[in-house]
């Protein structure tokens, strides 16, 4: 079954660096999302993406935070100036269109841990 | 997106029934019924969604009530694997992302 992969598993970053998290989502799916888990927390929508630009967004998701689909496969998210408050699960999903679950349901990748210190 | 209500936590018995209830009085009628589940340290996982008719797949069942007003999630047999936290989600037909609430922990005693 076609899954939405997530690298790296798990990273480790000092307070003030920059973090690319990477997601590879489903070949054929055109709508791709961020959400983020906090420890203990609920998940939270951090943006949307869809032909190439920035669908919706969050209040989260502020000028620290960007996305970008850099070539056909990857779709990313950038966190400049990480704060650890930003230590959390950061989930990558992504959904097709038309009928059926196709177009219903968003698929979520296994997550990237960032831990920022 | 309308707002759902589920119990914090439930438990059930292995290789038991569960039904997992979920109160959404103010779906409107474009609001599809979702339900998403959690693993320990996974991401979320479809599990199944339906609009106004009872739905069945491998994994679960989903009742409706008449009135769309409440929602229950179906596991016919409960398996230690089937301990996570269940999310009821609405999101509209021509709606994008969804809002996760803070679910149901299912606790599966063997």
């Known amino acids: 079954e076609p899954e939405v992969t997530q690298t790296p598993s798990h990273q480790v970053t000092q307070m003030g660096q920059e973090v690319i998290l990477r997601c590879v989502p489903i070949?054929?799916?055109?709508?791709f999302y961020w959400y983020r888990q906090i420890l203990g927390q609920k998940v939270e929508f951090l943006v949307s993406?869809?032909?190439?630009?920035?669908?919706?967004k969050s209040e989260i998701f502020d000028d620290q935070f960007s996305v970008e689909r850099p070539d056909g496969s990857n779709f990313t998210l950038k966190i400049r100036s990480t704060k650890l408050e930003d230590s959390a699960m950061y989930f990558c999903?992504?959904?097709?269109?038309?009928?059926?679950?196709?177009?219903?349901?968003?698929?979520f990748g296994e997550g990237s841990w960032l831990t920022v210190v | 997106d309308a707002k759902t209500t589920q119990p914090n936590s439930m438990e059930s018995n292995e290789e038991e029934p569960v039904h997992l209830p979920c109160n959404h009085s103010t779906i409107s009628g474009t609001d599809y019924i979702h339900w998403y589940r959690q693993l320990p340290s996974q991401g979320p996982e479809y599990v199944i969604h339906?609009?106004?008719s009872n739905v069945n797949n491998r994994m679960a069942s989903l009742a409706i009530a008449e009135d769309r007003k409440s929602s229950t999630l179906i596991l016919h047999r409960a398996t230690l694997r089937d301990a996570a936290v269940y999310y009821c989600i609405l999101r509209a037909n021509t709606g994008n992302q969804f809002y996760f609430g803070t679910g149901t922990s299912l606790t599966v005693i063997p």
């Open positions: 999903a992504s959904r097709g269109i038309g009928p059926g679950n196709s177009g219903n349901t968003i698929y």
């Open positions: 339906g609009l106004t």
């Open positions: 070949s054929n799916h055109l709508y």
């Open positions: 993406f869809y032909n190439n630009e920035i669908s919706e």
